[in-house]
């Protein structure tokens, strides 16, 4: 069964940057899309931003303008940098691979922006 491994999350200040991988742990065929969601104590777990097979991306509007995501289509490999974090923007931060019949997530890894 394959894996998404997600690597990146930490703790930053306000203000600082993370970047997010996530990469499978064998082939994954026709994907459609990929992406990133976050979930906060207390939160539903919402879409933070999202790119399909042709490279359009879109964002949550709460981080248009901070955040961008890309996809190296050769490894199956999405990103999420995140720049100008606010403590807002911590979470647990979820990705995801979508092909023609599965769908698959990440474990999630933390994302803490504190002083």
């Known amino acids: 069964q394959v894996q998404l491994v997600e690597s990146g999350g930490g703790l930053v200040q306000p203000g600082g940057s993370l970047r997010l991988s996530c990469a499978p742990s064998?082939?994954?065929?026709?994907?459609?899309?990929m992406g990133w969601y976050r979930q906060a104590p207390g939160n539903q777990r919402e879409l933070v931003a999202a790119i399909t097979g042709g490279g359009s991306a879109n964002y949550a509007d709460s981080v248009k303008g901070r955040f961008t995501i890309s996809r190296d289509n050769a490894k199956n490999t999405v990103y999420l940098q995140m720049n100008s974090l606010k403590p807002e923007d911590t979470a647990v931060y979820f990705c995801?691979?979508?092909?023609?019949?599965?769908?698959?997530w990440g474990q999630g890894t933390q994302v803490t922006v504190s002083s």
């Open positions: 064998g082939s994954i065929f026709s994907i459609y899309g």
């Open positions: 995801y691979v979508r092909s023609r019949t599965t769908t698959y």
